[in-house]
């Protein structure tokens, strides 16, 4: 499956034409580049650079807990890799929480010094694309009302608000390994592919 994006990397007119998103493999494992940015399934190696690029706002105990649900199957964690650096990460399941026919995209985060440059939009177009590929119709998010950048990102990106807000809770992991029971008022996003 090859799917065109007229989104350029770091603006809004393409720098070096199209940029082209693959999904490929028989085994149902893909690859994406763009540029120089490649999405790709995490690996244990991608560890200590996630932390790097993550921190202070993710803790190295998140990580690895997602990276554990990871390869137990409970999450597809994914990638960006920057020039040979993970720059970030978003986590895929199928299971349709909020929205039927859809896969669920979520644990979006990208390192402070590889925002604005489009990393989070070739993620989510990745999502989107393996989306489609498995046959899902929707991709679904959770996002927190107070998070007015992810807001008008995913707005731009051609999702929209489905119902009323919603009490989300969900459990953190702190730096010290605790664990702490978060609650805050969420949208769930929708896009219909």
Same mark, same amino acid.
């Given at each position: 499956?090859?799917?065109?994006?007229?989104?350029?990397?770091?603006?809004?007119?393409? /720098?070096?034409?199209?940029?082209?998103? /693959?999904?490929?493999?028989?085994?149902? #494992?893909?690859?994406?580049?763009?540029?120089?940015?490649?999405?790709?399934?995490?690996l244990e190696g991608d560890i200590p650079q996630l932390i790097s690029a993550l921190a202070p706002d993710v803790s190295a105990v998140q990580i690895g807990n997602r990276f554990q649900e990871h390869c137990d199957g409970?999450? #597809?964690?994914?990638?960006? #890799?920057?020039?040979?650096?993970?720059?970030? /990460?978003?986590?895929?399941?199928?299971?349709?929480?909020?929205?039927?026919?859809?896969?669920?995209?979520?644990?979006?985060?990208?390192?402070?010094?590889?925002?604005?440059?489009?990393?989070?939009?070739?993620?989510?177009?990745?999502? #989107?694309?393996?989306?489609?590929?498995?046959?899902?119709?929707?991709?679904?998010?959770?996002?927190?009302?107070?998070?007015?950048?992810?807001? =008008?990102?995913?707005?731009?990106?051609?999702?929209?608000?489905?119902?009323?807000?919603?009490?989300?809770?969900?459990?953190?992991?702190?730096?010290?390994?605790?664990?702490?029971?978060?609650?805050? =008022?969420?949208?769930?996003?929708?896009? /219909?592919?």
């Amino acid at each position: 499956m090859r799917i065109r994006v007229s989104r350029a990397l770091g603006g809004e007119r393409p /720098t070096s034409g199209r940029r082209t998103i /693959t999904i490929s493999g028989s085994s149902g #494992e893909s690859a994406v580049s763009t540029s120089h940015i490649r999405v790709r399934r995490a690996l244990e190696g991608d560890i200590p650079q996630l932390i790097s690029a993550l921190a202070p706002d993710v803790s190295a105990v998140q990580i690895g807990n997602r990276f554990q649900e990871h390869c137990d199957g409970y999450r #597809e964690m994914l990638v960006a #890799e920057l020039g040979g650096s993970i720059a970030g /990460t978003v986590s895929i399941a199928a299971v349709e929480r909020r929205a039927e026919n859809s896969l669920r995209m979520f644990a979006l985060d990208v390192g402070s010094a590889y925002r604005r440059q489009g990393i989070g939009t070739i993620l989510i177009d990745y999502v #989107e694309a393996r989306a489609r590929r498995e046959g899902y119709g929707k991709v679904n998010l959770e996002v927190a009302l107070d998070n007015g950048g992810a807001i =008008r990102l995913y707005e731009r990106l051609g999702y929209f608000r489905r119902g009323e807000p919603f009490t989300d809770r969900w459990t953190l992991l702190t730096g010290d390994g605790r664990y702490e029971q978060v609650e805050e =008022r969420s949208w769930v996003m929708v896009k /219909t592919l």
